[in-house]
């Protein structure tokens, strides 16, 4: 099962240029210590494909087809030629996880450079064979030109044989200018599988002698089993296994309806001491909580300058807990025996996951391998991991191949959430009307919760094993500190040591909620102030870039200046109409998004519509603009939804929302009418990811938006009609 | 043993008979087309059509589907494209494309019984189908594009 990388190759004659990551990452000029030694491949068979092995994997964001761009610019290959590699820990180098809008920014120089130093010495090898120098070659798709018209492919050059060299960070990658690929709205590769219902998601795998699983969980992960009552199950159908290890509990059988039925009639008894707050005492309890504070920004004075100022104003805002709610549940399948271990698996982090999984199975990591195969979209730390561990324990048990996929249930109950935040500012302006303090705290927990060797817990199946988990700060305070520049501020982070349910990353971490926060209260000041929204945001800006987008975005929703809401014009009306502003220079270091959006809220029954969004995007040099766009307007609707409806509900037990009626997600008949977006590509700065900076705006654009219609602000997500009806009231 | 017609072709199942028709489709006759979502007939990633009508594939037992069922691999193919095929290529229309055999089997069981439907129509139809990667602009242009009218 294990076959290396070497074994890969073998008999298939290929130039191999290795190079270790940190080498690699040094050329860039961005060392990334985090990153560990080890070879990164990229292969030119004899036949002239081309093979990159890659860390990072494909979760429909499209990174599969924009990482090959990149290759076959640099290359200079058609980018038919191009086969990505993904995520397999026997054949590709450890990149990292597939996380925070980084795969563009992090591995597109890493592969870019490997194709480069590719190219580089294909030409060196063509320079005698063609009587030429190097410098007088030209390559177009695959094929080495010499001024006399004479030529050879790089197949030829290849010949059969094994090439290897290894990496010496001389080739210098393209300038923009020249790019033929990079920029093009190239097809995504994977889309017509999955339109003619070809393509094979993880959830679609079947292995020889293969059973099938599924867990049975408790209401909440601390709760500790007392009684399985195997007796329970025995007369069904499918020779019913039940397996339980510690706190894990599981079933299997030989088809897939028989270990659903068998898991819903098994009999098993919990106890489970902790108890949950009310919902609605979520604000005041998670202010509450025992936490460890840090000012993470301050200059000037801020008491002072708040005590000084013409006009205060603080508000609290609160964003409740929200769920990845993946369309397919999370499925892996595994097989163990006593010497090795093949996990299937749809994770983020293939090496991370590896390791905490051979804990769990109390295997060395070296017998364990993790072959990434595609799931269902995820947005963050949803169950893939778990069902990982929860397929690996029960195989191992069983001595067969087991396939576990969870049930709508399990998903929604069982997935880690995003994280539930408090955030409270206070602001005062000076007598022209311009902010003079800005006082900012939050509290949170942290965000990442993901598994690793130093977190096996942080699977569900090592927490029922009682293996310690490992909950990191990140991601708490992504966005807490504003873009904009201010005489006199502070933000404090207040990270929560314990959080109500258990929570990992969901799309953008912290940057949604904070966003929501920074972003509200700059347009509860430019209100204060009687100013124009956008005007009085730029204002505050020194950042070139982030006036563009805001500047863009004015431009494409044709903004009309507004120093007060129409609201007061709109009462009396049955529906109001209002245009909110909202921005977000994503992480204080990535992309930049600026939304501008027209919502209808109609005052009888407090349903807010979103008619119109346009959104203005800066992410350094494009490399797909349509995979962006797509990117762009998933962020948006998937906020949107996030904003106007989603809120994970729990009694004092155990998560509540275990299906689609109890958590509803925004349908077609409540989508936008239009989403335009203007991008603006800047081929002098780095490319950065696209995957969550379009997200975090949209909460507050949504809330000032009605603030405009109707003059009432609201400071909680989500704005459902039975809240923003109480509030109109 | 339960007889059914799929995509033309007759199967003889050994599932019990109240088995889902989808673990019929997905485990036995390995189909990667329909997809299970919920099992509870609530977001439509099991979408297949039963006499031309879209059906919840999660939720009919084997032995009650006496019709002829079509799933998205009988829809088209590569070389020969349901016209919402082409068109959700065309428009790059998924993203994980977990949704997307439920989007193309509703819609295009809308088309053949209303070839030219207005975009509330288009709407309402696919209004109990879920999408999370928010593709839904892309998914409505598509259907838009099948339908012959302004993508």
Known sequence: ??????????????????????????????????????????????????????????????????????????????????????????????????????????????????????????????????????????????????????????????????????????????????????????????????????????????????????????????????????????????????????????????????????????????????????????????????????????????????????????????????MHASIGPSCAIASVSAESATLWSPTQSSFNLRDAVALVLGMPREKVRLVWVEGSGCYGHNGADDVTADAALMSQALGKPVRVQWMRHDEHGNEPKGVAMVMEVRGGLDAQGNVAAWDYQVWSPGHAGRPAANGPGNVLAGAALGLPDNLLPTGADRNARPTYVFPNSRVTLHLLQSSVLRVSSLRGLGSPQNTFANESFIDELAHAAAADPIEFRIRHLKDERAIAVLEAVAKLAQWSPRPAPRGGRNAGSVTSMGRGVAFVHYDNYSGYAAIALQVQVDRASGKVSVERVAAAHDCGLIVNPDGLKNQIEGNIVQTLSRALLEDVKFDTAKVTSLDWVRYPILRFSDVPDEIAITLINRPDKPSVGAGEPAASPIMAAVANAIFDATGVRLRSVPFTSERVKAALA | MTTITVNGKQHEVAAAPDTPLLYVLRNELELNGPKFGCGLAQCGACTVHIDGKPARSCSVPVSAVKGKVTTVEGLGTPEKPHPLQAAFVAEQAAQCGYCINGMIMTASALLAQNPKPSEQQIRAALDGNLCRCGTHMRILRSVRRAAGGAA
Request: net charge positive.
């Open chain 1, 1 to 322: 099962m294990n076959l290396g990388r070497r074994e890969f190759l073998k008999g298939t004659g290929a130039l191999v240029i290795s190079f270790s990551i940190p080498e690699l990452a040094f050329a860039q000029g961005q060392p990334d210590p985090k990153l560990q030694q080890l070879d990164a491949w990229l292969a030119v068979g004899a036949d002239g494909q081309v093979t990159m092995f890659c860390g990072k994997v494909e979760l429909g964001t499209g990174v599969q087809t924009a990482l090959a761009q990149i290759v076959a610019e640099e290359l200079d290959v058609a980018f038919g030629r191009v086969f990505m590699l993904m995520g397999d820990t026997a054949l590709c180098p450890n990149q990292g996880p597939t996380v925070g809008s980084q795969t563009i920014y992090r591995a597109g120089p890493q592969l870019r450079q490997a194709a480069a130093e590719a190219r580089q010495t294909l030409v060196q090898l063509a320079a005698p064979a063609l009587g030429a120098g190097a410098e007088q070659l030209t390559v177009k798709d695959g094929m080495v030109s010499a001024p006399d018209g004479k030529n050879v492919s790089y197949a030829e050059l290849v010949g059969g044989k094994k090439i290897s060299r290894a990496f010496s960070g001389t080739a210098q990658p393209k300038s923009p200018d020249r790019h033929a690929v990079v920029g093009k709205a190239i097809p995504r590769v994977d889309l017509p599988g999955k339109v003619f219902g070809t393509h094979a998601y993880v959830q679609n795998l079947r292995m020889p002698g293969m059973l099938h699983g599924r867990v049975v969980r408790p209401p909440m992960p601390e709760a500790r089993l007392e009684r399985v009552d195997e007796a329970s199950v025995k007369s069904l159908p499918g020779n019913v296994r039940v397996v339980v290890k510690g706190n894990f509990v599981g079933v299997a059988a030989d088809r897939e309806e028989q270990a659903i039925r068998a898991a819903r009639m098994l009999k098993v008894q919990w106890t489970q001491s902790v108890e949950l707050p009310k919902m609605e005492d979520m604000p005041a309890f998670t202010r509450a909580t025992p936490s460890q504070d840090r000012v993470l920004a301050a200059n000037g004075g801020v008491d002072a300058a708040l005590a000084a100022a013409s006009k205060t104003h603080k508000a609290q805002y609160y964003v409740p807990h929200q």
